[in-house]
């Protein structure tokens, strides 16, 4: 007789294999070469999936009236140029949090130059909060999910830890927007059934192959219910 829990899992859990790129020790150096090569050139580094990733998101708040002193968190926020961009559009009670130490460093010494004092950056694993994160109007990931699901020792676990993270850290009737390279819509509205509300998907670019249409990147809104 199979597990009940491989089960649950066998749609999405199988699509590719485990990557260094699922690993701290492989971002901590990723982040750390980024904070040095700002720290000598300024250059705040790689933006995660393109500045238009960044504007979807921003479109949407636009539409979806989120107020300008609704609480974002940024999942996974790397060099905080996220933040710097949401700042930018009026958002007013921000915090990126950030499992790699030299992520946090390089976040707040971009935010500085800047002149964005006031927006919070933090070294926190979102997999091992334990509850530290609450009251979200908003959580955004562009790609941690990808990377947590990409871990060779604990991707399983991994996933489950972060959809009760992210349950725990928004409010009801808050909202999850993520942006993901690796997971299909139909795979992410499996993964986060339960306890979220499916609100729409953001257009991103298509491409046609064989006769069929796809999309290279996914980015899905979900709304927090209880």
Known sequence: MSD????????????????????????????????????????????????????????????????????????????????????????RNLTGIDYSLASVELARNVLSGEDLSDVTVKEVDFLNCHGELKGFDVCIDKGTFDAISLNPD?????????????????????????????????QLLDRFCDGFEFVEELPTPSFHFGGKKGNSVTALIFKRMY
């Open 154 to 186: 604990s991707s399983k676990e991994d996933k489950k830890l972060y959809v009760q993270a992210l349950k725990d850290a928004l409010k009801d009737k808050g909202f999850f927007a993520i942006t993901s390279c690796n997971w299909t819509k139909e």
């Open 4 to 91: 009940p829990e491989d089960d649950d899992d066998s749609s999405s859990d199988t699509d590719f294999e485990p990557s260094q790129l699922g690993t701290k020790e492989y971002w901590e150096d990723v982040y750390q070469k980024e904070l040095e090569t700002f720290t000598d050139i300024g250059d705040v580094g790689e933006i995660w999936f393109g500045e238009e990733s960044m504007s979807r998101v921003l479109r949407w708040m636009d539409r979806a009236k989120i107020p300008a002193e609704a609480a974002i968190l940024d999942i996974g926020t790397g060099n905080g140029a996220f933040l710097v961009e949401l700042a930018k559009h009026g958002r």
